[in-house]
């Protein structure tokens, strides 16, 4: 087989596979659709190309995703459903692990790995991210949240 071939079918079968989690995960990031689908394809086309080890793929291909979504502008009130709409009112790095641990269902440690935060911090975002889904639905009493790291800031 050629080895241009063989590296188009190899793209095609990585993408056929990621494609659905990151879109996904764009559209429950940032709310738009459109453009979530263009972060979608932008972001495979850039991390085929990019070297990196086949065992942390898909902690590395995340970590690229939540990284094009934090610059991403979130559509906010143009959407639809109820409960996106909620998550994109939500600071980003609450977003991004609400998103990661409920959205996706990863674990502690992957969430941690591609936010850059350590397993605590992201247990306290989910669980200030929470209470601040159940203010914005009615069901629950908002509290003031946890400090802000400097990282998280970012």
């Known amino acids: 087989m050629f080895p241009k071939k063989r590296l188009i079918e190899d793209a095609g079968h990585f993408s056929s596979k990621w494609a659905p989690v990151v ?3 764009f559209q429950l990031f940032i709310g738009d659709q459109p453009a979530a689908e263009a972060l979608t394809i932008d972001t495979l086309a850039e991390y ?3 070297p990196g080890a086949d065992d942390e793929a898909s902690v590395r291909l995340l970590r ?3 990284m094009k979504a934090m610059a991403a502008k979130t559509a906010h009130g143009q959407i639809a459903d109820p409960v996106v709409r909620a998550v994109t009112q939500l600071e980003p790095n609450k977003r ?3 998103v990661l641990l409920h959205g996706l269902s ?3 440690v992957t969430v941690g790995k591609i936010t850059g935060l350590d397993q605590a911090r992201v247990r306290r975002l989910f669980v200030d991210a929470l209470e601040e889904l159940r203010w914005l639905f009615g069901d629950g009493k908002k509290t ?3 400090p802000q790291t400097s990282r998280e800031a970012q």
Request: proline residues 6%; hydrophobic residues 60%.
């Open 96 to 98: 991004a692990v609400i």
């Open 106 to 108: 990863l674990d502690l």
């Open 48 to 50: 085929i190309r990019a």
């Open 23 to 25: 879109i996904r995960f």
């Open 144 to 146: 003031e949240p946890g």
């Open 64 to 66: 690229h995703v939540f």
